[in-house]
């Protein structure tokens, strides 16, 4: 599996790219947000001959999911999440206005739910949702066994771990999600995360100062 990272908007997010030797891809937040950054993504899948299959979520805050319309739009997927997430669809341009920036379209409504245990298959490469409330409470985490990579949105991060201070974010949930769901994984396992650099569940347990 390739890992094509692109790092959108004034939130610096990470939009990762997933494809193999079929063509086939999945494209995991959607964070593009400029005509710049839209450009950059469609000319990457165009060039490389790829098809996108499938359009996923980590969670639904506005800087994971600014690009949703624009794939929806250019490649007709509609994106998929958890549905505890659905009601930070509400009033994007509002919110956005509210980071002092602005945005001219409300947010894509989704056209699937993902939940705990589902498979998202493209090409011959396999992720599975884990729920890991906290951050929000739709928060899931997009794991490869065979590939050794967890996708773990604004859930875990280098010595770090997501904030709780936004809309029904809850720290004592959060930390059971990751305690419970992410730490077990095997250490190997390397952290794709939402902002900043990767990291790996070895490292988050040896010296992450919020575990």
Do not use: W
Not at 57 to 69: C, E, R, S
Not at 97 to 119: C, H, K, P
Request: charged share 20%; hydrophobic share 35%.
């Amino acid at each position: 599996m390739t890992i094509k990272t692109f790092t959108f908007n004034p939130f610096q997010e990470n939009t990762y790219l997933l494809f193999d030797e079929t063509k086939e891809a999945v494209l995991i937040d959607a964070g593009c947000i400029t005509d710049t950054e839209k450009l950059t993504l469609k000319r990457f899948i165009d060039e490389n001959g790829l098809t996108l299959k499938r359009l996923i979520n980590t969670h639904l805050h506005l800087d994971h999911q600014f690009g949703n319309k624009f794939v929806t739009d250019t490649f007709g997927l509609l994106p998929e999440a958890n549905q505890q997430d659905e009601f930070l669809l509400a009033n994007v341009v509002t919110q956005a206005r509210s980071f002092g920036f602005s945005v001219e379209e409300e947010a894509q409504a989704l056209g699937t739910y993902i939940n705990e245990g589902d498979e998202i298959k493209f090409g011959n490469c396999s992720l599975k949702a884990i729920h890991v409330p906290g951050h929000s409470p739709g928060s899931l985490a997009f794991y490869s066994e065979k590939e050794g990579v967890v996708f773990a949105g604004d859930v875990l991060f280098h010595n770090s771990i997501g904030r709780t201070d936004l809309p029904y974010g809850d720290y004592a949930t959060l930390i059971l999600s990751i305690t419970k769901k992410l730490l077990p994984l095997p250490d190997s396992t390397v952290v794709y995360c939402g902002h900043g650099p990767s990291t790996t569940i070895r490292s988050e347990k040896s010296s992450n100062p919020y575990l």
